[in-house]
């Protein structure tokens, strides 16, 4: 919530960034802020108002990996998450994505600063209520993560198995869930009869069989060509649609600017850009 | 409950995929458990048949055929005033040939009716680490030096087990160490082991215990199939042990008894329980304790 005004004069009538960069990177911003206002603008109908308390909140997070004691993965970043949002997290290779996305389900911890989910203090959290933390968000990786010994319907099946769901649960929420991303005639194939775009639709239906209010991606298409990626992209924005709040990393850049949706952009471990209905905004 | 089948079917699954591990395992704890069991089981025999030789542990005092009964009143009084002495008898000449006929008949048919054996004091002990002490006060009694079968050296005359008795202290003293030491390195042989086993069983389903972590599921959840098949492991090693310890008992224990009969080597079943007991309790601690330190090194959670 920094400069509002002078971004606010530059473009009266764009979209207005309302939590913008912080100092050095205000020209930046200022730049995607006019390349996003040259851009046609998309009607993204229902954009969720960010109005209640927040789901995630980063307060002041820093993260330092023992490694590289000088250069902190993130510095000294703070922003909130509303219920409901479709989120990009965008930003280089070795900007920060996966750490942030790693305190997130809290594998690992901040070095300073709290990261509050649902306000409850991850760094103050006790180690057995992590896996009840992750009950509440389902994850999505680049690469699928699907055990190759399981068919399709037991791969999305162990997801509710492993918290101790009845039988009963997993007959009804499984076949529904695949058909909710389009598999439901693949349920007895083995994930390496199915293509890329297949198995991460099973990896995307793994992480919502829960129902979890939050859906976190690390590079959902980034082993999927451009019309793969479309449908998944298409896929994640009917999941928001029915009020889970996603939160997808990639450096899809033709994602970004045709969706249109809230931007967080990290360089180096900073926060150089957060904006709505933002673009991808980086000089390839 | 549904869970502990799941731990089951998975422990199962991990058992058919690791078969040669698992079974090596299981032969560790069976032979462990198996050696255990031995020395436990022969720890009891030796202290039975300790016990037995102690409650055999008297001294014999010769007397000569001319002492007078007054004498020999008056060392049985002192003898029962002593320390440690539970009975004091006396056989007479008669008595003691008529003892040595019941084994051995044919000598003293041959006699012809002379009667060659002294009559003698028998002294019982309770308590048998005394019986030194009690033999040599008695050579020293001025009375029993009177009355003593050969004149000038009562020494001659006290008979008793002597360092035999001594010798089978010590020695199942050095047993018990041994034991003791063999077995600790047994069940640390047997715990490196399933430490083992379950570290391959959980390098095996890594990418599993990734996703569940991922999903939510509680850290019991995901140890419970490896605490299982630890488990497992050494209950059916414990079993197997307890097994052949049972066969042992039954055939080749016969034989042994049947071979050295002087010496009671029969056990009551109860004490057959009760170590075949300890052995899966025993199994069942050194399965979960391995497999735990296996999760500790390798399955953070």
Redesign the interface.
Known sequence: MTNETDQATAAPQAPRPRRAAHGAHSRQAQMSAQLSQSLPVLEVDNIPQQTGTPVITFDHVTKVYPAQPNRPALADISLQIYAGEFIFLVGHSGSGKSTFIRML?REIKPTQGHIYVAGEDLSAMR??RV??????IG?VFQDF?L?PNKTVFENVA??L????K??HVIKTQVPEVLRLVGLQDKLNKMPDQLSGGEQQRVSIA??IV?RPPLLVCDEPTGNLDPQTSRGIMDLLERINRTGTTVLVATHDREMVDNMRRRVIALDRGQLTRDQDRGVYGFDV | M??LF?FLRESLTGFARHLSTALGSIITIFLSLLIIGIFLVGGRMVENIISSVESEVSITAYVADEASQEDIDSVMNWLSSQEGVATVGFTTKEQALENFQSTSSDIVDALDGSNPLPASIDVELSDPQLVEQVANELVANSDYQKICDTEGNPSEDVRYGEKSVERLFSLTNYVRYIGVALIVLLIFIAMVFINNTIRLAILARR??I??????????G??RGPFLMEGALHAIIGSLLAVGSLELLRNFALPQVQGALAFLPFDLSLGAFLYVYIILIVAGLLIGLIGSALAMRRYLK?
């Open positions: 389900i180690n057995w896996p009840y933390l992750r009950r509440n994850c993560k055990l162990f997801a198995e492993v918290i101790g009845s039988r793994r992480a829960n | 549904s869970s799941y990418k599993e990734a996703i569940m972590r991922l999903v939510g599921a509680s850290n959840f995901i959670v």
